[in-house]
Each structure stands twice: as C-alpha cells, then as structure tokens.
C-alpha cells in the first residue's frame, strides 16, 4: 500500500516524529511505500534514528482548508503518488478531506492524548480563587468543547485511533457510544529493537533518570527536582545521581532552578540525544508529567530494566506500570510518598532488581513487530 504519514515537523522534533519514523521504516521493510508531509522541516546532527532514504517527501505550505494553493498541491501529490491511506499524525483532518475530493484514500486521524486534555493552572496567582469559583466551571467547558471537535474530526475520518484502549473507553462512555464502528486503540510501539540482557544488571549503576522534552507544562520537572531534593539530603543515599536527559524551552529555568535549590549529584545535559545509553546504566527512572499521550519513555525504560516511577495523571499509565510489579504508581501531587517508595526501592536492590525483570517482559508487549501487525490489520480493513 502507499502510505502518507501528514505531520507538522519532520523529520525530528519529539516522541511523536519518533514513533513515526519508526513505524515508516517497518512499513517499508514490509513492502510497502511511505511518505511524509509537513510544515517545518526539522533534524538534528547527528540524527537521533535511522530514516529509510526510500521515505518520499513534501512540504506543504499550511494546512488551512481555506488555502486553495496548498490543498491543490496535496491533492495532486495523493494522485500522482497513488496513495491509499493518509495517517494524520499532526496535521488538520478537515484539509485532508477535502484534499482527497473524490480520490479513493482512506483517512486516518490519530488522537495522542486523553480524550479531554489537561490545563495547567498551578502558576496561577489567583489559583484558590480559580479553583474553588471557576474550575468546575471551565472543566465543563472543555469537555464539551473537545467532544465536538472529537465527534466533527470522527465525522471526517474514516477511522479514528486512540493510543489506549482506556482512552477509547473513556470516549466511549462520555460520548454514549458515538460511531464506535470508526474507533479503535493502537499503542505506539518501542522505538528500539533490542533488549537488555538481565545478565548484565549487576554493571546498573546507582543512576536516577529523567528523559524529556524540557516544558514545564505537561512535564513537571520542577516535581523532578522537589523530590530529588529529598533525597540528595539524605546521607544514606550520597552514592546515588540524578541525571535529567533532555533539551527544549524551559531548560534554563530548570537549571536555574536547580543551583538555587541547592541540588547536589545532579547531571543534566540539556541536550537531545539518544538516550540508550542513559537507559542502559541507570536504575531508576523519574516520570511527573502532569499528563501524557502513552508515555514512551516509561516503555523504554522497562525496555532496559529501568524501573519506572510514575504519577498517576493519566488512563493509558495503567496499561504500562502495574504497580508494584513492574514500576510504581503514586498518587498525584503526593510528594511524601513518592520520595518515601523510591528510598525504599532505591534501598532494596532485589526487589529493584525483580521489578526490572517484570518490567523487560512486559514491554516487550509494545514490540515494533507486534504493533506493526495491528495497523496492517488496520490497513487490510480499509483498503480492500
């Protein structure tokens, strides 16, 4: 089949460009033709993965329905190119449609969040008054505003992929069951392909890590740094480092933030790079995200017997930590416990150690391979 993956950058930006060059490369090593348009064009040196140089591409000057240039533009490209599905990733579903006219391609939209996504207010200088007057007030709002755009961009689509079979059951419970003959849920997949070997644990090193994009709202770093705080004063854990992996807005800020606290053994890099490495040798990894789409660093964690501790702020956490036993869940804003469970992992190496091995074998569940079927699946059910 021909494939058009539509984002707003390409080829490197986030976890999203990630996880679709991912499922492009595998896609053409199974045959079939792949191609991306964007907006910007984005990359690093080096690049952070591989590209299959097979990857046909086009930049696209908007995506506004209006714009009768770049629709036209579009519109000749899925009929020169032949393509059968357009994969929205990050695009605009409605200039999608109404690109493809009367062209047999099937359209996809990919949500990557929660069905009602989080907003931020905790900087907020009239917070309590935000809270207690108007909080119930906007949520309502919002909800209803997302379940529009949800059920017009289901409408467009021919298909509509949630990341998590828990957000497409959320979904389906505030939309009483709309179109759900439209609706199915796709993990992302592991972006890395090997495993590590458990016979090598005993090289981990005593390695706390974060890895992210550096933005206050949804990642929290500042939680990151108020619970390591906690521990770099205790004596007990002198041996340990934090080491935070990652490059974007608001690293100067946490920097800055993080001589002011007064932080010792902490490492942060402030660049972004492949994080293998970090992964390989550390033994603890740190989410506090305020919300997410999948979580992809939580898998590649587990992926590398790193054991992760994470809030619980969001549905599609569940279908990757089970706590306890492959990771820990805390319950949010609960700082005390979260400082109080990590000493006590941090501590106790074997039951560390078991949480890695739970964690390996679960992830492997998420394998390029397996969720690489489901969308051929996908595909064969549309396009017959």
């Known amino acids: 089949m021909n494939i ?18 991912t499922l492009a490369n595998e896609f053409i090593r199974r045959g079939h033709k792949v191609y991306a348009s964007y907006l910007y064009y984005k990359t690093t040196d080096p690049m952070p993965y591989q590209l299959n140089e097979s990857i046909g591409m086009i930049e696209i000057p908007s995506y506004d329905v209006n714009d009768m240039v770049s629709l036209k533009l579009y519109h000749n490209f899925l009929k020169e190119h032949e393509i059968d599905l357009i994969i929205n990733q990050w695009g605009e579903t409605f200039f999608a449609r109404k690109a493809i006219g009367n062209l047999p391609v099937k359209l996809i939209r990919c949500w990557h969040q929660e069905v009602i996504p989080k907003f931020d207010d905790r900087h907020s200088k009239i917070k309590n008054f935000f ?16 379940l529009r755009l949800h059920k017009k961009e289901i409408d467009a689509s021919d298909e509509y992929v949630f990341l998590a079979d828990s957000f497409l059951n959320d979904f389906k419970k505030i939309s009483h069951n709309y179109k759900t003959h439209r609706l199915c849920a796709i993990s992302n997949p592991l972006t890395y392909t090997e495993f590590f070997d458990m016979s090598n644990y005993g090289q981990k090193e005593n390695v706390v890590l974060f890895v992210g994009r550096m933005l206050e709202h949804p990642k929290r770093m500042s939680y990151v740094l108020k619970i390591w705080k906690e521990i770099c004063i205790d004596s007990e854990f002198a041996d340990w480092k934090l080491v935070m992996v990652g490059d974007g807005p608001d690293y100067p800020k946490t920097k800055e933030m993080a001589e002011k606290m007064g932080l010792t053994n902490i490492v942060m890099n402030g660049k972004f790079e492949n994080p293998r490495p970090y992964y390989n040798k550390s033994s603890v990894f740190l989410m506090t995200s305020a919300s997410e789409g999948f ?3 939580l898998l590649e964690a587990q992926q590398y017997a790193c054991v992760p501790v994470a809030m619980d702020t969001y549905g599609s956490l569940h279908e990757i ?40 074998a679960s992830s492997r569940e998420f394998s390029l391979p397996k969720v690489a079927d489901k969308w051929e699946n996908l595909f064969r059910s549309l396009v017959k």
Do not use: Q
């Not at 058009?4 to 060059?21: D, S």
């Open 4 to 21: 058009l993956y539509m984002m707003r950058y390409w080829p490197v930006y986030g976890g999203g460009e990630t996880v679709t060059a």
């Open 131 to 146: 809270n207690d007057h108007i909080h119930s007030i906007y949520a309502w709002r919002e909800k209803r505003n997302y």
């Open 295 to 297: 979580g992809m660093t």
């Open 321 to 360: 930590i089970k706590d306890g036993y492959n990771g820990l869940i805390i319950k949010e804003n609960d700082f005390d416990s979260y400082v109080r469970r990590l000493k006590e992992m941090m501590k106790k190496k074997n039951w560390r150690r078991s949480l890695a091995e739970n964690g390996l």
